[in-house]
């Protein structure tokens, strides 16, 4: 991640501390890897090491621990990512979850990366947020990303 990105997330963490969870140990991303079938993106790995997850603003990151505000059920990469999948939901298969926009619809990362929103009130229509999870939490933090 670039250093204005450590930069704004240490701020805003300083200021809200009570928004992030635990840090992740590299054994337990290592293996929610393994239990989801995906590779995270390393700039997602370095956020988990650092934060475990987090809420930034309003919107939830999930990731390895869970945060205060988040569901009891729903509150882990794991958890949601598997929660979507079960739901049967169209083209997802091979994203992990980080994050939804409160209306029912998963936030994830595809293979390459890329941060993608699938809504289901447009027929599952898949929105591009960013190009990568920085990118995203770059948006997070300035509050840009649905321009």
């Known amino acids: 991640m670039s250093n204005s990105i450590w930069t704004k997330l240490e701020e805003y963490f300083q200021t809200y501390p009570q928004d992030m969870a635990q840090p992740a140990i590299t054994e337990s991303i290592g293996k929610a890897e393994d239990s ?3 590779n995270f993106q390393e700039s ?4 988990l090491k650092k934060y475990g997850g ?3 603003g309003s919107k939830l990151l999930y990731g ?3 945060q205060k ?3 009891e059920k729903l509150s ?3 958890n949601v990512t598997n929660f979507y999948r079960s739901q049967s939901w169209p083209d997802i298969e091979d994203w992990y979850v980080i ?4 209306d029912g619809n998963p936030i994830g990362c595809k293979p390459d990366g890329s941060v993608w929103l699938s809504d289901h009130d447009a027929g599952f229509e898949q929105i591009k947020l960013a190009d990568n999870f920085e990118e995203f939490l770059h948006k997070l933090l300035t509050d840009t990303l649905y321009q």
Do not use: N, P
């Open 99 to 102: 994050s939804d926009d409160f």
């Open 69 to 71: 505000d988040m569901d």
């Open 36 to 38: 989801l079938g995906v």
């Open 64 to 66: 390895m621990e869970k």
């Open 54 to 56: 987090a809420c930034i």
């Open 76 to 78: 882990t990469v794991i």
């Open 44 to 47: 997602y790995k370095t956020f």
